[in-house]
């Protein structure tokens, strides 16, 4: 049987930005789902705390969430799906989508598969490798990207969290390295470019000290420190929002970011614009530069996909808007009851959640490279990685949109910020917040 990657589009009444309208339309979603897929032989494994239900058929799954059905399924199963959906009364199924095969081998056939394929996966270290300085190639990224061009999805190994293609390639380039054809170059004593990633800054700079960044003493202009959203140095355009754009300026580093919910976008989307490395930046200052969404750059000899935005968590008691004629009334009434509320156009732009239009740009320039980079800056996370994360942070139209991409993107390492810790899932999702990680090339 062939397997494959399925997603169930569905509509509910759950909206993806404020859940359901009443518990009572979770409940019949929940218990209408289980009716249906248990009569048809689908074991339950009911959620909790959040995390929808999850039903198995032998080495199938879904994961039974209000807007995706997703999981493994056989592919001979998903018309008797479809079938099975045509009756709900609380959801319309309105399609669906396949992506990834999964394949039945074991490890034995996996690695003899991959031996079949040795000169093959040889050429592309080498290639990959070339750089315009003989004595450099990149390390982490070069190794888990040939290892995703080379590698399939097994049954056995659905989270991808024991991949032996990444080993087998590493040992490849362990290889090349004794023969003599690859040379290591460690940036801090060679002429490598040096890249740090950190997380949510909200304005606040000081991490990029001397005192607390020393490395900074031995970076240059092409060296660059990436921020994964929440940049809040655009946030009033006061003089303290000036002061610090030109005390980032003055760093020997470039400054990057993506952004995150916390943004003022009116001052954002003001800045000038340019091309950037083969994408597209707002210009903040000359070494202080916005990764604009939905773009693919290529700088410190690795490939980027940016994807700013996220929903906002903190808005549980609403927006206010200035422009109301009982605004101040509401405004310090939720003041003096503590309300986590935000006010429309001085501290919440709508411009935090991507246009359609970002979306589609973002498709199309993915498209461009054929589903493949080294890395993806984002600020949320992808809806499975939120799941593992912490599933009470919620999940929402963006962050399954990241899902998609993380189904069909072939990439070696995922950064983003928005959930205030530092933590790696699954190897290579990878979690900033006030840390500041190198990643060597």
Not at 101 to 117: G, N, P, V
Not at 278 to 298: K, S
Not at 325 to 352: C, H, I, N, T
């Amino acid at each position: 049987m062939e397997y494959r990657n399925v997603y169930f589009r569905i509509r509910s009444r759950y909206q993806y930005d404020s859940g359901w309208p009443d518990e009572s339309d979770a409940t019949e979603f929940r218990e209408e789902s289980r009716r249906l897929f248990q009569s048809a032989d689908w074991d339950l494994h009911p959620g909790g705390d959040g995390i929808s239900d999850t039903v198995t058929k032998g080495q199938q799954d879904l994961y039974l969430h209000p807007m995706n059905f997703s999981g493994i399924i056989g592919v001979d199963e998903i018309p008797a799906i479809q079938e099975l959906l045509k009756n709900a009364k609380t959801f319309h199924c309105y399609g669906y989508d396949c992506y990834e095969r999964y394949w039945e081998l074991t490890d034995e056939e996996y690695l003899a598969r991959l031996e079949s394929k040795r000169e093959e996966i040889m050429q592309a270290i080498l290639e990959r490798c070339r750089t315009k300085r003989k004595n450099l190639y990149i390390t982490g990224p070069v190794v888990l990207n040939v290892a995703q061009n080379f590698s399939v999805h097994r049954l056995c190994d659905k989270e991808g969290n024991h991949d032996l293609a990444n080993r087998f390639v590493e040992e490849l380039v362990g290889q090349l390295i004794q023969d003599g054809l690859l040379v290591t170059a460690k940036t801090r004593n060679g002429p490598g470019i040096r890249i740090y990633i950190t997380g949510d800054t909200h304005g606040g700079f000081q991490r990029f000290g001397s005192k607390y960044f020393p490395q900074q003493k031995e970076m240059s202009r092409e060296d660059c420190v990436i921020i994964t959203g929440d940049f809040g140095g655009l946030w009033d355009g006061s003089p303290k929002d000036q002061y610090w754009l030109d005390w980032l300026e003055e760093k020997p580093f470039t400054t990057l970011f993506v952004d995150g919910n916390h943004e003022n976008f009116d001052l954002l989307d003001a800045l000038p614009e340019k091309e950037w490395n083969g994408g597209r930046v707002h210009v903040a200052r000359n070494h202080v530069l916005h990764l604009m969404r939905g773009q693919v750059f290529n700088f410190g000899g690795i490939t980027w996909f940016t994807m700013g935005g996220a929903a906002s968590h903190d808005i549980q008691d609403g927006i206010l808007d200035p422009a109301a004629p009982d605004f101040e009334r509401q405004y310090w009434l939720m003041r003096r009851m503590r309300a986590m509320f935000r006010v429309k156009g001085v501290s919440w732009w709508s411009e935090e959640m991507p246009t359609p239009e970002e979306y589609q740009e973002a498709l199309a320039n993915l498209e461009r490279v054929n589903w493949t980079v080294d890395c993806i800056l984002t600020h949320c996370a992808p809806s499975s990685v939120v799941r593992k994360l912490n599933p009470s942070y919620g999940m929402d139209e963006l962050t399954d949109f990241l899902e998609t991409i993380s189904q069909r993107c072939k990439f070696a390492y995922w950064f983003f910020g928005h959930y205030h810790e530092n933590q790696i899932i699954d190897q290579k999702y990878i979690l900033q917040w006030e840390k500041i990680s190198e990643l060597e090339v």
